[in-house]
């Protein structure tokens, strides 16, 4: 058999390709930065158009994975540095320490005498965990880990850990690999709002992004399903500002093509739990490409859902709400709506954007460059929804044993 394949990602792109390429009979390599895998689809709340949880789609790649002695898995890993060509790659892989090993069980006592909080990135920082967590629910591996950024080494979670699971000396490991391909699925992140302005995210606390709103709707967020304000106040109205960032040449000057589906959908939990709200989706173009449209079409004749296109220009906060103001284009009307909630529909940026590994090549936006034996896929080269990103992973998992073959 042909060398092995490194996967970069462990997200929804990362596993689709990692389980069609190991089930071909190829040995994979999959590298993941955070301590769990799942990536942005374990932070979602549904899926659109069938509106379902993503958790049974996970739980299927999970299992796949377990019972597949041909994919390798290293979480809280990052590759730092790519070189060599298509057949024969040298890539360095640090190890981040995550203190707590597979002796594991989760049981939860370092949990409760672990003194510290911090903020839980995992719901965007709308609580807390303790320094020592269980990243989410399902995760995989479904073992706890320690954030070192607030971990005062106090020890007390060593002391009621019957199964010699921590080690607080554990340190960072450095790990070199020799493959044949590499597919790039780093994915993305929401672009970052505090950078718009005229809209208040930051300033004021009922302005959110709209994976903030994901992560409200879903029963395992911080607020276990209830779509609220910050002062835990009802929805009466909301308002949805659709390319938050995007198709602007001071921000993303591309567009993201899924936020307004996304917005769509979110309407949808809102009307769910509030049947009497009335909800404002503030655009530039509604973009429903292809089977979508059927699901707009759902959407639009709700009656207490009203698309204006227009684009917002500011947000502001008057005796406790929020003055959304907006020209409609169409009527000409100046729209100034008093509503409980905005929220942001931010753009998807490539995680490279940030941090780009050496060896591999991106462009201007920070998207993966397709090159010989490396191979973008899912939103590390083009904005896409889920199902698009399973079809992207596919077609790497399919080039990537090309090259392997040919090994």
Excluded at 28 to 45: D, F, H, M, S
Excluded at 146 to 173: H, P, Q, S, W
Aim: glycine share 8%; with cysteine.
């Amino acid at each position: 058999m042909a060398g092995e394949i490194l996967v970069i990602g462990g997200g929804i792109a990362g596993l689709t390709a990692a389980v069609e390429i190991a089930e071909t009979g190829y040995d994979v390599i999959l590298v993941e930065k955070n301590p769990y895998l799942g990536g942005r689809v374990a932070q979602l709340n549904k899926y659109f158009p069938k509106m379902c949880p993503p958790y049974c789609g996970l739980e299927i790649f999970f299992k796949r994975i377990k019972t597949n002695p041909k994919i390798k898995i290293f979480t809280n890993a990052e590759v730092v540095n790519v070189s060599g060509e298509a057949g024969n790659f040298e890539v360095t892989v640090k190890i981040k320490p995550r203190y707590v090993n597979e002796n594991c069980t989760a049981c939860g006592k370092c949990v409760e005498v672990c003194p510290v909080e911090r903020p839980n990135d995992f719901n965007f920082g709308m609580d807390k965990t303790k320094a020592i967590y269980l990243p989410n629910e399902i995760s995989i591996p479904f073992i706890y880990c320690i954030d070192d950024k607030y971990c005062n080494k106090c020890g007390e979670c060593v002391k009621v850990c019957k199964y010699n699971a921590i080690n607080l000396d554990d340190t960072e490991k450095t790990m070199k690999l020799n493959v044949s391909a590499i597919i790039v699925a780093t994915g993305w992140k929401p672009y970052d709002a505090t950078k718009l302005d005229n809209l208040g995210y930051g300033k004021y606390p009922n302005v959110i992004t709209n994976m903030e709103l994901e992560r409200l709707a879903s029963p395992n967020g911080p607020t276990k399903g209830k779509i609220q304000t910050k002062d835990g106040r009802p929805i009466q109205k909301v308002a949805f500002v659709q390319c938050a960032g995007s198709r602007d040449e001071n921000h993303l000057p591309y567009c993201s093509a899924i936020c307004c589906l996304a917005s769509m959908k979110q309407a949808m939990y809102i009307r769910e739990q509030y049947p009497d709200a009335k909800i404002y989706i503030f655009y530039i173009d509604i973009r429903a490409f292809g089977r979508y449209e059927d699901f707009y079409a759902k959407v639009a004749e709700d009656p207490n859902i009203f698309f204006i296109k227009g684009k917002v220009a500011k947000v502001e906060e008057q005796n406790g709400k929020l003055i959304v103001t907006a020209e409609d284009v169409e009527s000409g009307v100046k729209h100034r709506e008093e509503v409980d909630l905005v929220v942001l529909a931010t753009g998807m940026q490539p995680s490279s954007a940030d941090y780009k590994i050496p060896g591999i090549e991106y462009d201007e936006y920070g998207f993966v460059k397709e090159k010989p034996g490396i191979i973008p896929a899912g939103v590390a080269a083009q904005p896409l929804e889920v199902a698009r990103v399973n079809e992207s992973a596919t077609a790497a998992a399919l080039k990537a044993i090309q090259i392997a073959r040919r090994c």
